[in-house]
């Protein structure tokens, strides 16, 4: 079984909220990693995502201390386009 691990970064301009983290996040960049698995048995290459993990605090926060959590991509998905959505009737 191979593992792909892909390292992104996320920018919330305002505070938001998953549903696997315990309260409200602030505002900030986050490292998100992505993990896939190699699907086997194919005549071409493909993989299916296992796993995506959020790492707190935000990069920008003074806290040293990271933990990852295990969240949905489509939550966060959500959580990104209503970040961005909000930030432009802000501006």
Known sequence: ???RTTRT???FSSPFILQSLEGIQPAGEYVVLLDDELIEGL????YRRVAT??????????QRQVQSFSISQTELDAA???DR??????H
């Open 9 to 11: 970064t996320v920018s």
């Open 1 to 3: 079984m191979t593992i």
């Open 80 to 82: 990104l386009m209503k």
């Open 43 to 46: 005549s071409w290459t493909a």
């Open 85 to 90: 959505h909000q930030t432009i009737f802000l």
């Open 53 to 62: 993990l959020l790492q707190t605090p935000a990069i920008s926060a003074s």
